[in-house]
């Protein structure tokens, strides 16, 4: 795996974690299941020891990278790649791929997002090393989550025959789909959920960027002769800003063919609400999955996070998220945790840049 | 009414409001309904002008002398009482009862607690008229609430013949009754709410209390003395911790013969927990009774308390109670808010006096 670099995409703001999550403290630097790391941290220790930290590059937000570095004091600096603004995904892992590329040109770049919880460790290592192979010879893979439920919350990848063992072709990207679809997604067996990590050498990449996405493809190489030059930062405030804002999914693997996926079975969780941080709490007898100093009365079913010096008092509820930051207050039914998006919408509107 | 003194007992707790109230702002000293006063200045003022301050006497525990003379800065100093210990109404009529006669051996007691609210103030005062009359003939008098409900929280009074307009005898006192037998007393018209407000001169109680609580009357005699003779302060703290922890309902109203009664109707809730607050706060077009940074998404029927600073978000959840005071948070089910004194129960037992 010496050739092979992590690329942690580090970008996103985790709005549904609200009021836990802020623009400064975006969900991949919370520690929401209560296994005292950060999800960034997480993401980084299960790479090692095949992908060390010094081929691990993490790209995120200007406002974030202090918070990163501290998060990751093993990743070298320089291996934190700062976004002036964020344009979706293919800009930020063609950038990665550039960066690669640059020290080694027979890299390949091992994506995956910086917010998402593996239970089985051993076993997504397994699975990375199948697809690096197969990355190695050239070809675009991507990992494929056995679905356990119909969800219809996550796109999914209809698979082909067996390339060789573990690997599958891919016949096609599918958008998410209504209830009745899942289902029978669920039934077929050969449909699994795009978890939203790939594996591809940075010469693949930027081949298929320049292919499907020209125009990203020459501000890139506007921003890889810099990066030769020594001048990066000046041209990439410049030119990152004007790259079209286009996900990896849409811009380049959905238009793209011969395309590999790696159906796995690690624990997979996206981790996509307090609900799911609920669900994948420890819980006391009464089924409450508590932070802090609480006292529950006749409560179950309960997520409560409370700051230190804080006592939460519950009396008489269930299936409620309550989470405090001493700033703010959430109180949400668990099952509409959804909705808590709906609050920063509000905060947004009213400007309240304090709380977001 | 120039011989008329009220006595305002504030030496309650209101655990119920918990965590707004604690020993050191318990119930009487907070503004439960948003009306801009705390409920002793309420009480204080609806008793104006006919009882001016400089005859109101307000009984309060050591702890919260400061906060009520803050509170009540129109009230003379002096007449604050301070407890050295709780020890229930007997004790603490009785001794105001040795203030007032040695201020005016003529003064007649208005007794009422510094806790309830009276929304028709008019009414109340033509009430307190009436009763006073009564008191400054020799008589024990009580108002008895004109129940609108088969109330169970409260004891009862049946009332007998007509003694004169708006005066009527009592035939008993009657303790909490089960829900049934409080069916019965709506029915029957001629049962009212102890509301625990009475009226006689200082030589009539404290003749009772001789008769039927001799002990409490040694005392109370002692620390008469000790007044006359400028050294109140020393013989109240030797003696009154030793004083009979009695209600002044059963050690001296029911036994006593001649009690008259006066059925009242001016709107008078006792406040006994958030549920009553919330009933009385002016609410939203979601009939959300909010105080302070408050958003609420698809949320009814709550009331909210967050305190300055403090941005709560409420999500799709229904009929709560929700209260921040910095250093507690209480999130209840508002049908369920007399359960709060469970939470005040826990933290009794864990020792944190930080907290109640």
């Given amino acids: 795996m010496d050739h092979t670099y992590a690329v942690i995409m580090a970008g996103g703001v985790g709005a549904r974690f609200w009021p836990a999550s802020r623009a400064k403290s975006p969900k991949q630097l919370l520690d929401l299941t209560g296994g005292g790391r950060t999800m960034i941290a997480a993401t980084l220790d299960r790479l090692g020891p095949d992908i060390p930290p010094e081929r691990v590059i993490v790209v995120t937000g200007a406002i974030t990278v202090e918070a990163v570095a ?5 990743l070298p600096r320089e291996n934190i790649l700062a976004e002036p603004v964020g344009r979706n995904t293919a800009p930020c892992i ?3 791929a550039v960066h690669v590329r640059q020290r080694d040109p027979e890299g390949v770049l091992a994506v995956m997002p910086s917010d998402h919880l593996v239970a089985d460790v051993d076993t997504f290592k397994a699975s ?8 190695r010879d050239g070809a675009m ?23 060789k063992p573990g690997v599958r072709e891919v016949e096609r990207f599918v958008e998410k789909p209504d209830l009745a679809t899942a289902k029978k997604y669920l039934e077929a067996g050969n449909f699994t959920w795009n978890s939203g990590m790939f594996f591809f050498s940075a010469d693949r990449i930027l081949d298929e960027i320049g292919r499907q996405m020209p125009d990203l493809k020459r501000g890139l190489d506007k921003i890889g002769e810099a990066l030769a030059a020594g001048r990066e930062t000046e041209v990439l405030q410049k030119v990152f ?13 959905e238009g793209a063919t011969g395309i590999l996926c790696v159906p796995v079975d690690f624990g997979w969780s996206d981790l996509g609400s307090w609900e799911a941080a609920y669900e994948l709490s420890d819980k006391d007898d009464a089924a409450n999955a508590i932070e802090g100093d609480v006292i529950p009365v006749g409560s179950t079913g309960c997520l409560v996070r409370a700051p230190a010096g804080k006592l939460v008092a519950l009396v008489d509820v269930e299936d409620l998220v309550v989470v405090d930051t001493g700033d703010a207050l959430l109180v949400c039914k668990r099952d509409r945790a959804q909705d808590v998006k709906k609050v920063v919408e509000a905060l947004r509107s009213r400007d309240r840049k304090d709380l977001l």
């Avoid at 090393?129 to 197969?134: C, G, I, L, P, Q």
């Fill in 70 to 74: 501290r998060a990751l004091p093993e």
């Fill in 94 to 96: 063609g950038w990665a």
């Fill in 128 to 135: 990375v090393k199948t697809a690096v192979a197969s990355a």
């Fill in 141 to 163: 893979v991507t990992f494929g989550i056995n679905p356990d439920r119909p969800e219809t919350g996550f796109g999914y990848i209809e698979m082909g025959g067996l390339v």
């Fill in 241 to 253: 800003p004007g790259l079209p804002a286009t996900s990896i999914d849409y811009g380049v693997m």
